[in-house]
């Protein structure tokens, strides 16, 4: 707190006054990040022309937010901030997978998705790699980038997803991107 009041220029009394104690401002943050995060996923899938299109663009807008991650952040909050970790999986296992399970009916629907898939299953399942690398031990220690390792995911879990049409829509998107970097 007096790292991040002088930061700040303001002193710690105030930030005591505004936030209680470092639990609730953290649980404060975590809960704004989430509302902020929320807004910008709607956004990106709003403007996006298809399924893929979709997945691109709120992949792009989380893997700008995991550049500046470290993986043992999570692990820390969950382990030293419980209600700011629990915020976080809410918003996981309530809205993030509900738009997953969204951009999968809709691919499925716009016919660049395969039919043959269980898409409760399939959110469930890129859930869980996606917890994996944020909120357990297996990457804790890892010289990956939490970027790296979403992009690793988001890449294996698109290719299992798509069918032949999607697959060429998924290869451009990917040159696209590839080309932009």
Known sequence: MDDLAKKLGISKKTLYVHF???????LTLVTNNI?????ECELKRSVALNAIDEM???TSFVSER?????????YDLRMGYPKAYKAIEDYESGY????ILKNLERGVNEKIYRNDMDPEVVAKVYMLNVNTVFGGDLFRFTKKSPYDLFLEIFHLHMRGIV???GLKLLIEHLSYV???Q
């Open 20 to 26: 209680g104690d470092k639990r609730k401002m953290i």
């Open 35 to 39: 509302a902020l995060d929320k807004a």
């Open 56 to 58: 691109f663009q709120v």
């Open 66 to 74: 995991l550049k500046i991650a470290n993986v043992s952040f999570f």
């Open 96 to 99: 993030i997978y509900q738009t």
């Open 163 to 165: 069918n032949e049409k």
């Open 178 to 180: 590839k080309d932009k």
